[in-house]
């Protein structure tokens, strides 16, 4: 059986219309499926709309709570109540396109191996449609900066829409509750050893609300500039140690620079000592830098260490109750 967990916040304008679009692309499916969509404590009339739907759409479950948590509690929350071993958390408006789903689950069975399967713009064959290119660029940028500091095995780590083994997902001591949650699974699945694929997508904002015909430009619902201070000390906090080798090399290469130019000038009449002590003392610094790396980097060992205990703690606690 395959879920689809689809979150939504304050949606009432357009969430009918996506949610009739998302249950018409999986009737196609070809497997057995369901849709939960996952009230994130909606203060419009988003729930009382998915609600009506419910009762006239057997496949269709809603999940809900008082409380705005956060796009990260609101999957985990849909992912819990799921009955499908594949999941696929997405946009119920289908903006990474009408068979999104269809090309994940294909990509699973093609893959049996696979434990995440991701969506990326970033790949061969995919890209960005409407999306501002503000918005791109910056999404670009940040998925390499983020790269550089979880793995370059994975080229979008910022987006939501992804297929998961359920029981794999579930197996993840997972703790973000906004959007961070991608990253963070990302890093803890690398962790686990899980096997990543991705598949190229085209991202699409959809250019007018076509409940009403009306045309009008998009805009996120995401603070962007919150996003992006947080997800950048995200993968900074992740894998520290990455960014402080590579300072640590750069510092290594001035030294070296300066330590050369000074052997240079003991052959010629201009002086070499300030050039060999500046040298000799980025050296030092260089070596500073590179014990706090190793230090970074025991300190990533032993927090994976302690995800792996907790895991098993936790699942300990779930047999014996």
């Not at 709309?49 to 956060?70: H, Q, T």
């Not at 992006?228 to 995200?234: E, G, K, V």
Request: glycine share 6%; aromatic share 12%.
């Amino acid at each position: 059986m395959i879920s689809v967990v689809c979150p939504f916040y304050n949606e009432e304008a357009i969430l009918e219309w996506a949610a009739k679009l998302m249950l018409k692309n999986l009737s196609t499916l070809g497997e057995k499926w369901e849709l939960i969509l996952v009230n994130d404590g909606s203060r419009d009339g988003s729930l009382q709309i998915v609600r009506a739907l419910e009762k006239i759409n057997p496949e269709l479950r809603v999940v809900s709570y008082p409380a705005n948590r956060g796009r990260g509690y609101a999957i985990r929350a849909g992912v819990k109540e799921a009955c499908g071993e594949i999941v696929v958390t997405t946009e119920a408006d289908c903006s990474w396109g009408n068979d999104i789903v269809h090309r994940i689950v294909k990509k699973f069975r093609e893959a049996p191996d696979a434990d995440i399967v991701i969506a990326s713009p970033h790949l061969p064959g995919g890209a960005y449609k409407n999306v501002p290119p503000k918005r791109v660029f910056l999404s670009k940028l940040g998925n390499q900066i983020i790269r550089a500091g979880l793995t370059y095995t994975v080229t979008m780590n910022t987006g939501m829409t992804r297929g998961y083994k359920r029981d794999k997902f579930l197996a993840l001591p997972l703790d973000e509750d906004e959007k961070e949650m991608h990253l963070e699974i990302v890093s803890k699945a690398l962790a686990f050893h899980y096997t990543i694929y991705e598949i190229p997508a085209v991202l699409e904002w959809k250019a007018h609300d076509l409940t009403k015909g009306a045309e009008k430009k998009r805009k996120s619902s995401a603070n962007l500039n919150k996003l992006i201070r947080t997800h950048l000390a995200f993968s900074f906090i992740a894998a520290p140690f990455r960014y402080i080798f590579a300072f640590s090399a750069f510092l290594l290469c001035g030294s070296a620079a300066l330590l050369f130019t000074a052997v240079y000038h003991l052959f010629t009449p201009t002086p070499s000592i300030y050039f060999a002590l500046i040298g000799f003392f980025l050296a030092l610094f260089a070596f500073l830098v590179f014990t706090i790396g190793i230090l970074a980097h025991q300190a990533f060992v032993t927090q994976r260490e302690l995800w792996r205990i907790r895991f098993n703690l936790e699942r300990a606690e779930q047999k014996n109750a």
